[in-house]
C-alpha cells in the first residue's frame, strides 16, 4: 500500500468559459478536452515510472513529480499545458529528470511558490552493509525547468535526521516562502519518528525551526508522516501512520517554531483508530473554517489470515482543538468501500464550495485509480460519478493514484502510475461541479 503569474485576461477566459465537449457532462466523468479521452501517459524511461503527486500553477498548468528508473532512480517532473499535452517551455519537452545519487531517488511531493518555482521532495536512499540508508532531498526548479541555482548552490539541497532511513514524503510552501518538508526519520525502524524540515528560500535550514531546522515526534510506536498542510495561522500539520499491526492515524500540529501546539489534543499531537487491521493516514487538507480534513485507509487485513476487510478509504475530520467533529460522519470518521475488493485513499483536496475529494486505488493487482466526492456532512456525493465514487482504467495491470489538486475552474486533476514494472506517470482529469 505531494507561476503565479499570468495574464488576467487568459485567466477569466480559462474560467468563464467551459469548453462545449464538456457540456452536459456530469461530475466525475472524465473530462475529453485533456489528452482527447480524459487521460495522459507519460514515459521517461524503458521501466518503473510513477507520478506521487500534482499541483497545479497560477496559470492552469499542471505539474506533476515522482520517480523514474527503479532503483536507480531520479527525481522526475512533467508539466503539462491545460489540454493535457507535455509544455515544451519546461525541460525542453515537458520532462525533467534530476540525479542526487547514482541509486534511488524519488520525488515524493511538489509545490509551487509564489513566484512561480517548483519545489519537488523526496528522498534518496542506498545499501549499505548496514542497512538502508536514507536522506530528505529538495530540489527546485525555475520555471522553465532548469535547476535553480540559488537554492543550495545548485538546486538541490539534502538534510540527514539519523544514520538510517530518512525520507520526505512531502512539501508545502509558508506565506512568507519559507519550506515545510515533512517525512520520517529512521523509516524502516520501529524507533521510526515523523520528521519535519524547514528551510529558508536559498535552501539553508531555518535555526527558528526547532533549534537548527529539524523536528522529530515520536508517537507510542514508529511513525512515518506522509502528509502536511499549512493553516491560515502559520501552524503545521502533519499526519501519518505507525509501522503495520499497530496502525492508527497520527496526526501532530506544530507552532510556527516547530514546537508541538498544545492547544492541540493537549499535547500536540493525536492517534485515531478508524476501523481493523492496518491503517494509515496518508493525505491532510485543511477546510476554509480551519477544520483538518485527513484521509487514508483502514481495514486492510494483516499478512496472517485475518477474515475482515477488504480495504477501505477512510477520512476523519477534526476540530481545531484536535476533537473529532461529530457533524461529519456522526462521530467524525467516514469509511467508503469499492465493492468486495480492497481501496485506499492516497490524497485528498477541498474544493472551493467545500467537498471533499480523496483519491487513490482499488482493486489490487488489477487496480485502478478511485477517487471518492464527499458532502460537508462526510455522506457521499451522489451527483459525483452516480454514487460519489468514480474509478479508472489506464492499462490492464496496475493503476495506482497518490496525487490529487483541484483547478481554479473546479475540474479535478489526479496523478499516479499506469502499469506494472513498465510504469508510466498517469494523469486523469474529471469535471467537477
Same mark, same amino acid.
Do not use: W
Given at each position: ?72 532512480? #531520479?527525481? =522526475?517532473?512533467?508539466? !503539462?499545458?491545460?489540454?493535457? &499535452? *507535455? @509544455?515544451?517551455?519546461?525541460?525542453? /519537452? %515537458? $520532462? +525533467? ?95 521510526? #519518528?515523523? =520528521?519535519?524540515?524547514? !528551510?529558508?528560500?536559498?535552501? &539553508? *535550514? @531555518?535555526?527558528?525551526?526547532?533549534? /537548527? %531546522? $529539524? +523536528? ?97 478509504? =477512510?477520512?476523519?475530520? !477534526?476540530?481545531?482543538?484536535? &476533537? *473529532? ?5 456522526? /462521530? %467524525? $470518521? +467516514? ?99
Amino acid at each position: 500500500m505531494s507561476v503565479r503569474r499570468t495574464s488576467a485576461v487568459a485567466l477569466f477566459i480559462s474560467l468563464a468559459v467551459m469548453p462545449s465537449a464538456l457540456a452536459g457532462a456530469g461530475p466525475g466523468t472524465l473530462d475529453t478536452t485533456f489528452g482527447g479521452d480524459g487521460k495522459v501517459t507519460t514515459e521517461f524511461g524503458p521501466s518503473f515510472d510513477g507520478a506521487t503527486a500534482v499541483a497545479i500553477q497560477a496559470d492552469g498548468k499542471i505539474v506533476a513529480v515522482g520517480g523514474a528508473g527503479g532503483s536507480a532512480g #531520479r527525481f =522526475a517532473l512533467a508539466r !503539462y499545458d491545460t489540454d493535457g &499535452t *507535455l @509544455d515544451a517551455t519546461f525541460g525542453g /519537452d %515537458g $520532462k +525533467v529528470r534530476t540525479d542526487f545519487t547514482n541509486r534511488s531517488d524519488v520525488a515524493q511531493g511538489v509545490a509551487i511558490q509564489a513566484d512561480g518555482k517548483i519545489v519537488a521532495a523526496g528522498d534518496i536512499t542506498r545499501f549499505t552493509p548496514n542497512g538502508v540508508v536514507g536522506r530528505f532531498a529538495l530540489a527546485r526548479y525555475d520555471t522553465n525547468g532548469t535547476l535553480d541555482p540559488t537554492f543550495g548552490g545548485d538546486g538541490r539541497v539534502t538534510t540527514s535526521f539519523t544514520d538510517g532511513e530518512d525520507g520526505a514524503s512531502a512539501v508545502a510552501i509558508q506565506a512568507d516562502g519559507k519550506i515545510v518538508a515533512a517525512g520520517s526519520a529512521n523509516g524502516s525502524c520501529f524507533c521510526s #519518528r515523523f =520528521a519535519l524540515a524547514r !528551510y529558508d528560500d536559498d535552501g &539553508t *535550514l @531555518d535555526a527558528t525551526f526547532g533549534g /537548527d %531546522g $529539524k +523536528v522529530t515526534t515520536r508517537f507510542a510506536h514508529g511513525s512515518q508522516a506522509t502528509a502536511v498542510a499549512i493553516q491560515a495561522d502559520g501552524k503545521i500539520v502533519a499526519v501519518g501512520g505507525q509501522v503495520p499491526e499497530v496502525s492508527r492515524f497520527e496526526v501532530a500540529r506544530y507552532g510556527t517554531d516547530g514546537t508541538l501546539d498544545p492547544s492541540f489534543s493537549g499535547d500536540g499531537k493525536l492517534t485515531t483508530n478508524m476501523g481493523l487491521g492496518e491503517e494509515s493516514a496518508t493525505g491532510v487538507a485543511i477546510q476554509a473554517n480551519g477544520r483538518i480534513v485527513v484521509a487514508g485507509y483502514t481495514d486492510v487485513p494483516h499478512e496472517f489470515g485475518d477474515t475482515f476487510g477488504p480495504g477501505k478509504f =477512510a477520512l476523519a475530520r !477534526y476540530r481545531a482543538d484536535g &476533537t *473529532l467533529h461529530d457533524a461529519f460522519g456522526g /462521530d %467524525g $470518521k +467516514v469509511t467508503t468501500r469499492f465493492g468486495h475488493t480492497t481501496a485506499a485513499a492516497e490524497g485528498v483536496a477541498i474544493q472551493a464550495d467545500g467537498k471533499i475529494v480523496a483519491v487513490g486505488h482499488t482493486g489490487g493487482d488489477g487496480g485502478r485509480f478511485a477517487l471518492v466526492r464527499y458532502d460537508l456532512d462526510g455522506s457521499l456525493d451522489a451527483t459525483f460519478g452516480g454514487d460519489g465514487r468514480v474509478t479508472t482504467n489506464f492499462t490492464a495491470g496496475e493503476d495506482f493514484a497518490f496525487g490529487v489538486a483541484v483547478q481554479a475552474d473546479g475540474r479535478i486533476v489526479a496523478a499516479g502510475r499506469a502499469g506494472g514494472s513498465g510504469g508510466r506517470f498517469a494523469l486523469a482529469r474529471y469535471v467537477g461541479g
